[in-house]
């Protein structure tokens, strides 16, 4: 390869790669650039790392005549066969590089190469590619070229190495920030944060379903169970709400002890209220038989639990609150605050789902009117809704 191309590569990716629509986009281009400029390349794939607490990493394939495959693999990984005995285990470890010829007795000990043989691989190289913060990622190429890659070729793939860590790390950092958000605060307060509406006061008003549930007996539960065992619990009860809320288009804005605070925006345009109000519901009633089913052993006892959802429909402020530099995108509200009075009466009255009037009147779907009930902070006592279907529980 003649070094002016490989300058005008290594120029276009400290440029930061700009013609690429995308991270599967730069993958192409990179290889695709490469091929042309005299690198034998077949099959290329880049491995990121990621922070978060699912996910190990991110991986983009790239294959001559082909599109590039993106996808995705979790922490469990690490202790599977596949990655004991993978180069790339080498590199994340060790930070080295690992070279293997389809001819050489001693790749066999790598089961990937022999597999890549059956599809005319005549060599394989896994190069480390460390970020600033001294995290080491992965690159690995493949070539069939008789022969294997030349001296210059490997020099070539070294070279590169450097601008390609640059602006991959670059695209890595900007995801991690947003999938950090996504994790911590929402989708749509993270795209919100990244697009800049970060200082204290910046809100916006709008229409929303609001969802406040809550545990029932969890402060008894907190004192006869360890911490560490009530923590657990809660995650698994965390987790038959968030993946109905989430399913039926809403965010969850904030986890309060044993309570969680999720809102479903309403589109004001298209006028949605009744649709969105009807998927809030669907989403209750999954939680609810979710909760019904969850059985947490402890010892010889098996622990059942319920919980209240409260279901409102209103005008909140959504967006940065707080003091000095700490700050908090949440909403507030009259609605918000009704939603959380709702939610104790809710306890009170021994029910899993109850609804404001407002939400009542927009999602028609079998209520039963509860009563009216004179609610702290505001003037008029409110008509509370249950589902007709349920049966009022009183709790031991």
């Known amino acids: ?27 192409a281009d990179v290889c695709e650039h490469l091929v042309g400029a005299g690198l034998p390349l077949w099959r290329f794939g880049i491995f990121i790392r990621t922070l978060h607490p699912e996910i190990f990493g991110r991986n983009f394939i790239w294959r001559q005549g082909g599109e590039v495959e993106v996808g995705t693999v979790d922490f469990d990984i690490l202790d599977s066969p596949e990655f004991a005995q993978s180069p790339l285990r080498i590199v994340f470890e060790h930070g080295l590089e690992v070279r293997g010829r389809a001819d050489d007795p001693d790749s066999k000990r790598f089961p990937i190469i022999n597999d890549m043989r059956s599809e005319g691989v005549t060599d394989y190289v896994a190069v480390p590619m460390p970020f600033l913060d001294g995290s080491i990622h992965a690159t690995s190429w493949m070539t069939r070229h008789p022969g294997g890659f030349s001296d210059d070729h490997i020099a070539t793939i070294r070279a590169i190495m450097a601008p390609l860590a640059r602006v991959s790390e ?22 919100r944060i990244l ?17 406040l549930s809550d545990l029932r007996g969890f402060t008894a539960l907190s004192d006869r169970l360890p ?10 009860y965390f987790d038959c709400q968030v993946t109905a809320i989430r399913g039926h288009g809403g965010e969850v804005l904030k986890f309060m002890g044993d309570g969680l605070l999720a809102v479903f925006p309403i589109d004001e345009y298209v ?3 009744a649709h969105v109000c009807a998927r809030v519901l669907e989403a209750a009633r999954e939680s609810r ?14 622990e059942r639990f319920r919980f209240g959802v409260a279901l409102h429909v209103g005008n909140i402020l959504y967006g940065n609150i707080g003091g000095g530099n700490r700050l908090d995108f949440t909403c507030i509200g009259p609605a918000v605050n009704l939603a959380a009075r709702l939610e104790k009466i809710a306890g ?3 029910r ?4 404001s009037e407002g939400f009542a009147n927009v999602c028609h779907h079998g209520w039963r009117e509860l009563g009216e009930f004179p609610i702290a902070g505001f003037s008029k006592a409110q008509r509370v809704y249950g589902l007709a279907e349920e049966a009022p529980v009183v709790m031991a």
């Open 1 to 27: 390869m003649e070094s002016s191309e490989l300058q005008r590569i290594t120029n276009w990716l400290i440029d930061g790669a700009r013609s690429s629509g995308g991270p599967a986009e730069m993958v």
């Open 170 to 191: 670059i695209v890595s950092l900007r995801r991690t920030a947003a999938m950090l958000l996504d994790t911590y605060v929402g989708n749509r307060a993270g795209a």
């Open 195 to 211: 697009g800049g509406q970060i200082r204290r006061g910046h809100t916006d008003t709008m229409q929303a379903v609001i969802w």
């Open 227 to 236: 911490a560490e065992t009530v923590v657990e619990i809660l995650n698994q």
């Open 271 to 273: 006028g949605d209220a």
């Open 289 to 302: 038989a979710s909760v019904d089913a969850l059985a947490f052993p402890v010892g010889e006892i098996i």
């Open 348 to 350: 009170r009255l021994g």
């Open 352 to 355: 899993t789902v109850v609804a």
